[in-house]
Nanobody, 115 residues
Framework: QVQFVESGGGLVQPGGSLTLSCVTS????????MNWYRQVPGKERELIAT?????????WSLDSTKGRFTASRDNAKSTVYLHMNNLKPEDTAVYFC???????WGQGTQVTVSS
């Protein structure tokens, strides 16, 4: 059974940092591009970063997060990470991870950026 378990969210002040984790199970993460999404109530889920299978391949990130967010993976731990710095109120959302071509979602983790 494919599962994604996101964690690490919370309430942080503008300019603060958080690191999100997503533990995967039920498939071999090594062979799939991994992705981070976020969703604000009333809006569609938004792709914010891709993590390719190999460092030799190009990753992609949302323009508004470039220079602030870094996505990474640890295949040995079946885990992907999203390191977020200089957080802004507009980053407030529920964050999800996913694997390409696997149509399963976890519960997400809430990130709230507010003073």
């Amino acid at each position: 059974q494919v599962q994604f378990v996101e964690s690490g969210g919370g309430l942080v002040q503008p300019g603060g940092s958080l690191t999100l984790s997503c533990v995967t199970s039920g498939f071999t993460m090594n062979y799939r591009q991994m992705n981070w999404y976020r969703q604000v109530p009333g809006k569609e889920r938004e792709l914010i970063a891709t993590i390719p299978i190999s460092r030799a391949l190009k990753s992609w990130s949302l323009d508004s997060t470039k220079g602030r967010f870094t996505a990474s993976r640890d295949n040995a731990k079946s885990t992907v990470y999203l390191h977020m710095n200089n957080l802004k109120p507009e980053d407030t959302a529920v964050y999800f991870c996913s694997a390409s071509d696997i149509h399963v979602w976890g519960q997400g983790t809430q990130v709230t950026v507010s003073s």
